[in-house]
């Protein structure tokens, strides 16, 4: 009961600081919302065109807005001089120049030559870019035919006597052919935004969770050089006592992060149902009592809340490059590989990955269980040894 009156107090404390409590709902939102926008989708074409218009007729005019019509392509026209100066200081990749007899051969049903500039492969963008201009000129060389054959068949009509009614039912046939294709192509993004936000969820959560609870080695570091837990031990409270009331108090801060953390996702996410919801906290709970311990043995350590600090820092800062928080090594047997394995981030973000991305079960996390189980029993030792060391 005392233990539990202990881990209440700290826990009232969070919630009395409003500074602090903002901190613990408004940044996990910000930061998942950055995550979302970041890894947004985007359409397959996208990026800047340019072009050099040396022709300026309405053909030219015609395959420039085609190519502007492209989602997520950007049309600029440019002069020769800005091109070159562009290309010279890698401004650019590639400028495309309409030549000045463009019109004049796809009037006369003649294959046009478009001039390229680039550097290098002109990137992927200008790759498919290439594509595009080829596509579309055939496809304007192809109404062309289509007009030629139409008069062919239309010398010996009574409808279209002359050239400017047979223009103009051409056109009209071909505006009616734009609004109504016969192949109708939608590109379309299957929640990239949420699948790549939902990859890096496990290592928010873990990050957020060392930094919240680590941080709490500031306060046990005050209240041990202010003699508050000095005077809980005269009040009849054990070492462990005082030492379990403060990793519970831990616990329950984790834990109110936690609920936070998994709240705000599930709104603007959606990864979790029900049961993964709560096979995730359950685990998270095993995650929060290590980090607690931690924690504790942090300020068990410190003479100085600034000690502690720095302390905390580190061990965020260590744990959030490694342990496969947000990147993950290359290759086999490096030395950044067998750090990961002594981190409490390695066993928590391969717990959380199996269970809500892959939606396994908590029956095949027995070793990252287990290893997380290891990690809290070591300090609890130590920090019970130490503890009592310090006061005696």
């Not at 981190?343 to 991305?357: C, M, P």
Request: net charge negative; aromatic share 12%.
């Amino acid at each position: 009961m005392k233990i539990i009156f202990l881990a209440f107090k700290d826990l009232k404390i969070l919630l009395s600081n409003k500074r602090e409590l903002s901190l613990h709902i408004f940044f996990p939102v910000i930061v998942v919302l950055l995550v979302i926008s970041l890894f947004g989708g985007k359409p397959a074409l996208y990026g800047e065109a340019f072009f050099i218009d040396q022709d300026g007729g309405l053909p030219a005019r015609n395959f420039i807005n085609r190519i502007e019509e492209v989602r997520g392509l950007k049309v600029f026209i440019i002069d020769e001089e800005q091109a070159a100066r562009k290309l010279e200081r890698s401004d650019i990749l590639m400028v495309t120049e309409i030549p000045s007899d463009f019109s004049e051969k796809i009037t006369e049903g003649q294959s046009p030559q478009l001039n390229v500039w680039q550097r290098g492969s002109g990137g992927d963008t200008g790759q498919m870019l290439l594509s595009l201009n080829r596509s579309v000129i055939a496809e304007m060389m192809g109404e062309v035919q289509m007009t030629f054959l139409v008069k062919d068949f239309a010398e010996d009509s009574p409808h279209f006597q002359e050239e400017k009614e047979l223009e103009a039912f051409m056109d009209s046939f071909f505006r009616a052919s734009l609004w109504n294709p016969g192949t109708i192509i939608t590109e379309r993004v299957i929640d990239d935004q949420k699948e790549m936000a939902v990859f890096f969820l496990p290592g928010i959560i873990t990050l957020f969770l060392i930094f919240s609870i680590t941080f709490s080695a500031q306060i046990f570091v005050e209240e041990k050089n202010q003699k508050i837990l000095e005077r809980l031990s005269s009040s009849g409270l054990s070492k462990g006592e005082i030492l379990g009331g403060k990793v519970l108090g831990n616990v329950f801060k984790g834990t109110f992060q936690l609920l936070i953390l998994l709240v705000i996702t599930w709104l603007l996410l959606n990864p979790f149902t029900p049961l993964t919801f709560f096979k995730t906290f359950i685990f998270s709970l095993l995650v929060i009592t290590s980090i607690s311990l931690i924690s504790v043995f942090i300020g068990c350590i410190s003479r100085k809340p600034e000690q502690a600090l720095w302390a905390s820092v580190i061990i965020s800062l260590v744990n959030s490059a490694m342990g496969n928080t947000f990147a993950f090594p290359r290759e086999e047997g490096t030395i950044i590989e067998i750090i990961n394995f002594f981190t409490v981030s390695f066993y928590a973000n391969r717990g959380l990955r199996s269970l809500i991305i892959q939606g396994g079960s908590l029956s095949g996390l027995v070793m990252e269980m287990l290893a997380l189980a290891f990690i809290a029993l070591i300090f609890l030792v130590i920090c019970l040894y130490i503890f009592s060391s310090a006061d005696s």
